[in-house]
């Protein structure tokens, strides 16, 4: 006959149990965690790649080829568990590829996009293409390298470089094994998204981009000087971060949040900040693609180095969006006859013959008709003649040039033309309207005009009548042309031609 266990000794048996399967457990949950990483830090081998979807393959002659302008995308985190509003699925990212490489675009390296900007020779494919990734985020070795080797397409990671990790370290960002691994794919090129700057940061009254603002420390308010010496510092660190992984310094930089200072503390920022850029090593930098008029050009020998456009992809950019978004950057071609575009009218009504447009009333006194969806970020030096009738003591045409609508900027420059009188203006963002100058005109119901704009000045013969010059903000750098009326009635531009003076 057996002897009854003592209750202490049935305790420790369950409670050893207990031990062991809660052991059992986390070795299976670290097993899963450590073959889950393993398996994500692999290639990822994509499935295949849908079809160029119908609706986009109707479409691919829409998208204009501008000799010596160069597009440039820029994507962040591809994968179909982040739910970000700056994440592609792995379908809809494998689309857009798909799409560009039917449409024959053919990407290029950071050196020709540099060249260009500093005008120096460069040849260009037909379409050519910069790819960007901006943080360093572990889908650009799983998810993205696959794609572009499938489209032979290069591209350009911009990293974070604090946020890397050491090799077989799980983590949302690369390794610096798996930077030099795509290194040696010769498919990528490496630039610097900051050290650590991806987060905002207290200053005095509020957050913002410590790239770009003087920061509150518990120490009080950085000074300028301490700014300069910080930014310095981390730049250098990024920099030198690049060059021990890849063996080459990095020559682009993509300012973190996309501003390269909008709303900064720092009234020199604009100057203040290229040059120390550039004596951290780089070349050229990019923006985001939040400018504040939703305008993104293509880069273009007139591109600012130091503030390089790129047309930023969400997770809701579809095919026929990302197409609409390539025409959009694409620079128009300057015509010569107006009337040969589409006008749209703002309280008016566009009436476009063969040899005419004229502006009538719908609402209140100032109609304006402009021409929308064309990009006139290469319409700088040009001469505009045109007739205007319908003049009258109560009706008044005006002509803008230099519009900034289709090139990135808000304001132009305006010609009113009355019975008696011309008055030239500007308006430059939400600056008040100034009024450049007043001429008197002899009494007349129709004029001949000729304007003619070059840099920042603005020559305006009336009549045949002696020209007068002004000169207007530089701000209104490029752009196209409006036609407006002042009053009641109607006001008919005849025969508006362009010639563009800019030299080739």
């Known amino acids: 006959m057996s002897r009854p266990q003592r209750p202490g000794a049935a305790a420790r048996a369950g409670a050893a149990l207990l031990r062991t399967l809660t052991a059992l457990v986390a070795v299976c949950a670290f097993g899963v965690a450590v073959m889950t990483w393993i398996d994500l830090s692999k290639p990822f081998d994509p499935p295949r790649i849908a079809p160029l979807p119908v609706a986009a393959a109707a479409t691919t002659g829409a998208v204009p080829a501008y000799p010596g302008a160069i597009t440039v995308l820029t994507y962040h985190d591809i994968s179909d568990r982040n739910p970000s509003s700056k994440t592609l699925t792995r379908r809809a990212f494998g689309e857009q590829m798909a799409t560009l490489a039917a449409l024959g675009y053919q990407t290029v390296p950071l050196t020709t996009v540099r060249d260009l900007v500093r005008h120096k020779p460069v040849r260009l494919p037909a379409r050519p293409l910069l790819l960007t990734f901006d943080d360093g985020s572990l889908t650009t070795w799983t998810t993205v390298d696959p794609v572009l080797e499938r489209h032979h397409f290069t591209a350009v990671a911009f990293l974070t470089t604090d946020s890397l990790v050491d090799p077989g370290t799980p983590s949302y960002f690369l390794s610096t094994r798996q930077v030099r691994q795509l290194k040696e794919t010769g498919r990528w090129e490496f630039g610097s998204h900051s050290a650590a700057m991806e987060k905002l940061a207290p200053i005095p009254g509020d957050v913002g981009a410590p790239l770009t603002n003087r920061l509150r420390t518990d120490r009080g308010d950085e000074t300028t000087e301490q700014w300069r010496s910080r930014v310095a510092g981390e730049l250098a660190r990024s920099q030198r971060r690049l060059q021990e992984m890849t063996g080459d310094p990095a020559v682009a930089f993509s300012y973190p949040f996309g501003d390269a200072g909008h709303g900064s503390n720092i009234p020199t920022i ?36 130091w503030l390089l456009p790129r047309i930023g992809i969400r997770r809701t950019t579809s095919v026929a969006d990302l197409l609409k978004i390539l025409k959009e950057s694409m620079p128009t071609a300057m015509p010569s006859d107006l009337t040969r ?65 289709g090139a990135g900027h808000y304001g132009r420059v305006e010609v009113s033309v009355g019975v008696t009188r011309m008055v030239v203006r500007q308006r430059v963002h939400s600056d008040p309207i100034k009024v450049l100058h007043t001429f008197p005109l002899p009494s007349a119901t129709k004029r001949t005009l000729r304007l003619e704009v070059r840099a920042d000045a603005l020559t305006v013969r009336v009549d045949g009548r002696p020209a007068a010059t002004v000169t207007f903000d530089r701000r209104l750098h490029e752009g196209g042309v409006t036609l407006a009326r002042i009053g009641s009635g109607a006001v008919t531009f005849e025969h508006p031609t362009l010639a563009n003076r800019s030299a080739p």
């Open 270 to 305: 604009a100057t203040e900040l290229p040059g120390l850029l550039e004596r951290g090593g780089f070349d050229i930098a990019f923006v985001g693609e939040n400018v504040p008029t939703g305008h993104v050009d293509a880069v273009t020998d007139s591109s600012p180095r």
């Open 341 to 405: 575009l589409r006008w749209t009218g703002q309280d008016a009504e566009c009436l476009t013959r063969p040899e005419s447009v004229t502006v009538k009333s719908r609402t209140g006194s100032y109609g304006t008709c402009a021409v929308h969806g064309v990009n006139t970020s290469r319409w700088l030096n040009y001469v505009l003649d045109l007739k205007v009738a319908g003049l009258s003591p109560r009706t008044t045409a005006v002509i803008g040039v230099r519009d900034g609508e």
